[in-house]
């Protein structure tokens, strides 16, 4: 009985913190493609890969997908469990380039909760201005641990229609 009582605790406690993490970034959620199963559970959620979609806020015409995995079982389904680090990451021009305003080398493009804890997935931005190129950098952070895996994807600024691309390298900040 009290084991039964304990798990309602957790259960509640994870629906709290879930609904602070939702409430808290619902504009900012990424937008799902597919989850693939990579590891049968039984009778709990399977491990899996799930591949989102994001458009980088700052540049228009840029969009991204990465591919993370998703720990089940019962700890992943109360969301207690510590994601893996990986993630692949691959972006693209998928219209005309507009910037919306100056940024710096490395500035954040997303970012997303891993652990309940530390842990955060980001996605940076920077850009090569001698090869006008837009270069998207995602790693997983921790505070106890060094070397993230990381993956890294390049967007040539391409000309879109009649209209000639922007320069990255004007609007990076000084």
Known sequence: MRMFFWFLACLAVSAWATGLTVAARADDDPELIFKRTTVWKFLSPDHKLATYAIDDPLVEGVSCHFTIPEKGGW????GLAEELSNASLSCRQ?????F??????????????????FK?????????????????????DKLIEGSPENS???V?????????????????KS
């Open 75 to 78: 700890i992943g389904w109360l």
């Open 94 to 98: 998928v219209g005309p380039i507009v």
């Open 100 to 117: 919306k305003d100056k940024f710096e080398q490395g500035d954040e493009a997303f970012r997303q909760r891993r652990s309940i804890f």
């Open 120 to 140: 955060k997935m980001r996605i940076v931005r920077g850009c090569d201005a001698k090869r006008n190129v837009l270069v998207y950098v995602t790693y997983t």
């Open 152 to 154: 890294t994807s390049t």
């Open 156 to 172: 040539p600024i391409m000309p879109w229609g009649a209209k000639e691309p922007p320069k990255c390298g004007e609007w990076l």
